[in-house]
């Protein structure tokens, strides 16, 4: 990472050392945090998008979590950050916030690091996704909130090793789905898919998965587009029928599918390019 | 916490910050640990209880994570720690090893800290227990190595939140069960029920629980004592019609339960006393 700044304390030097050996949110992967883009002109001026969307989810995944969440704090942190960091084109922007130390006070940080090396080629080439089982049922969550569908805690040791068995079958992202047969999300972005000038999305809720806020916004722009939108739950089958399908996150940003299952999916230049625009991208 | 160990640098100030803001330990809960139980005779000399088993079982969490494991450092580590406790009385020890900064080899650290105050009270009272869904079928994990069945990972957010709902409802502990209807396991230990002079425990494997090391010695001592130890896929009903129902975890060690789901549960002693005592408490 390049850039760290620390609630309460500002910016530090990246290699320090601001966690303490009981700070639950190692331990026990007990805390929330949010991914943001940074864009950075060549005059070195950076905006961080959809900032006041990302502060909103991470306010209700503290509220899920009981931990207190300081919005002025992080808005002053962020800024600072953002003055700080100059270098022309993309960078990831990431918050942090644990439930602490076991006796104190909550930890909250945030680092600026460049885009992942692999994003380029992924944007240019499209995604190869093969489906994993998520263990759950796709109404697990209703009714079931110490479940915490829809917050994005620090535990995500499941999607990690998700990402890293479509990595060991020579994908490069994983799409999860219930155990009811239904596709959920991917372990870190929204699923998206199009049939004709319709936009669908896994509903959030019942089935527990993370809100995008790429997938809303796109969904805002898109119906003041012309198109129609919908949350459906749907079988794996369903969306291989799908004209296409896009995995979304708010740093690689939408990213279309080439190859599903080892199935091949004819491109569609111009609907992808029309999303990746209504998405900022 | 008392006490602070840090792979590769030995003792420190237990309020020394360790971690770095990449560490995927934190940001992503990605990692494993282990709690042990210590206890020191009134001359200062401290022993680790299961040791060797607890070892073996970060040694495959570990694997399954693809992190290497130090054993000898470990063991080296725990030494120089156990040798510096001297509180006469329990305490309990963690073991922790993330997949480290983002850049960067492996975090192991270990602390120690005092027996958590509540557990004299719960182990002399009982649990009031109350079942919670966990969200996944009872067979979710077959042939699912990534959803990291049977890995103690640092991903514990649901858990802990289990946790406090049980104490939001006036409970003590929660026990977790399948979309299904089958017990599993309490967030942070073993379910362990007897009826007649069987012991039963949840099967690990497709069910994804943790395999406990209190439960498997339980389990091997009390077959040497006359009783007979099965695995068993029961039902919330089944369990209550079970004699006794036990929480087994290795520092808390084994807890009768007094009240599942609001429903009163006779005591035990003269069972009770016999179970403790095999487990070592």
Not at 225 to 247: F, K, P
């Amino acid at each position: 990472m390049s850039l760290l700044g620390v609630l309460g304390l500002g910016l530090l030097d990246p290699a320090t050392a601001i966690l303490r050996a009981d700070d639950v949110g190692v331990t026990r992967g007990d805390g929330c945090f949010e991914g943001l883009r940074i864009r950075t002109d060549p005059a070195g001026h950076s905006t961080v998008h959809k900032l006041d969307m990302h502060l909103a989810r991470m306010s209700r995944s503290s509220a899920a979590l009981d931990i207190a969440f300081d919005e002025d704090g992080w808005r002053s942190l962020i800024a600072e950050s953002c003055a700080s960091w100059t270098t022309p084109g993309e960078a990831a922007l990431k918050l942090v916030l644990t439930r602490g130390p076991a006796s104190g006070t909550s930890t909250g940080f945030l680092t600026v690091s460049p885009l992942p090396s692999d994003y380029p080629r992924q944007r240019r080439e499209g995604l190869r996704v093969i489906t994993l089982s998520r263990g759950v049922t796709s109404d697990a969550f209703a009714g079931a909130p110490w479940l915490l569908g829809g917050v994005k805690t620090l535990s995500y040791a499941v999607n990690m090793a998700a990402q890293r068995e479509a990595e060991r079958r020579g994908a490069d992202e994983a799409i999860l789905v219930s155990t009811d047969g239904k596709v959920l999300e991917a372990p870190t972005g929204s699923v998206v898919w199009s049939i004709g000038r319709t936009l669908h999305t896994t509903p959030p809720g019942a089935t527990g998965i993370l809100s995008g806020t790429t997938q809303r916004l796109l969904f805002e722009r898109a119906v003041e587009n012309g198109w129609a939108a919908a949350e459906s739950l749907v079988s794996v089958d369903d969306l291989h029928g799908a004209d296409v399908v896009w995995v979304i996150s708010s740093v690689r940003g939408p990213v279309d599918v080439v190859a599903l299952d080892g199935k091949q999916r004819p491109r569609v230049p111009e609907v992808d390019a029309e999303i990746r625009s209504l998405c900022g991208f």
